[in-house]
């Protein structure tokens, strides 16, 4: 268990919907990281949140957005869903940030399959 | 874009020494040399990481060249479990905030 919690591990939807998904990063941990897995691809950074602040973008789509709330769980949200959104979605958490972010611990992933 | 070049995929023998390869030819005096693994159905883990001298821990060793610009993961005694996707990712200790994986090596562990 690495402590990162995402909600929910799975989740069917329809194109053209709109999803949330949720992160907490482990106790103490002040970095939130998205990343996107689809079948096939390696892992392709979406964008980091350090504190509340963002700090850097990916590949991020327009369509997806992120924030980290003030008690640093953080949600990433993807509206007007097509079909090749369809893909794992993990986030990672890490103490810091620059040269003290230390080691990415990641969730389990949250699963989104998009009909 | 992912600044390392791993092969697609490996294969190896159950209880055999396992050699992973990762090229960093850009590799900038900054950057450190993270490896981490991906089980199946599950999120990334650590591995190991080194700046220029070669590393030991649990899990395996970290080979770094004299130059910096390749590294090579050993996993010493192959398991099963050891099948995963290991990725070797360059990471800036000043700039930081975009942290890059590749496709990553997938490894096949024969049993």
């Known amino acids: 268990d690495s402590g990162v919690t995402q909600t929910p591990k799975h989740l069917i939807t329809a194109t053209g919907q709109r999803v949330t998904l949720r992160c907490s990063p482990r106790?103490?941990?002040?970095?939130v990281y998205w990343y996107q897995q689809s079948l096939d691809q390696g892992l392709q950074f979406l964008i980091h949140?350090?504190?509340?602040?963002?700090?850097a973008k990916g590949n991020i789509l327009e369509r997806f957005s992120a924030q980290q709330f003030p008690d640093l769980h953080s949600e990433l949200n993807l509206s007007s869903l097509e079909l090749g959104d369809s893909a794992l979605y993990f986030c990672?958490?890490?103490?810091?940030?620059?040269?003290?972010?230390?080691?990415?611990?990641f969730g389990e992933g949250s699963r989104l399959t998009v009909l | 874009d992912a600044k390392t070049t791993q092969p697609n995929s490996m294969e190896s023998n159950e209880e055999e020494p396992v050699h992973l390869p990762c090229n960093h030819s850009?590799?900038?005096?900054?950057?450190?040399i993270h490896w981490y693994r991906q089980l199946p159905s599950q999120g990334p883990e650590y591995v190991i990481h080194?700046?220029?001298s070669n590393v030991n821990n649990r899990m395996a060793s970290l080979a770094i060249a004299e130059d910096r610009k390749s590294s090579t993961l050993i996993l010493h005694r192959a398991t099963l479990r050891d099948a995963a996707v290991y990725y070797c990712?360059?990471?800036?200790?000043?700039?930081?905030?975009?942290?890059?994986f590749g496709k990553g090596t997938r490894l096949h562990i024969l049993p």
């Open positions: 949140y350090y504190n509340g602040e963002e700090r």
């Open positions: 080194g700046l220029t």
């Open positions: 106790s103490g941990d002040l970095s």
């Open positions: 990672a958490s890490s103490v810091g940030s620059g040269i003290n972010t230390g080691e990415l611990f």
């Open positions: 990712i360059l990471r800036d200790t000043n700039r930081d905030d975009k942290i890059i």
């Open positions: 850009t590799i900038s005096g900054t950057d450190y």
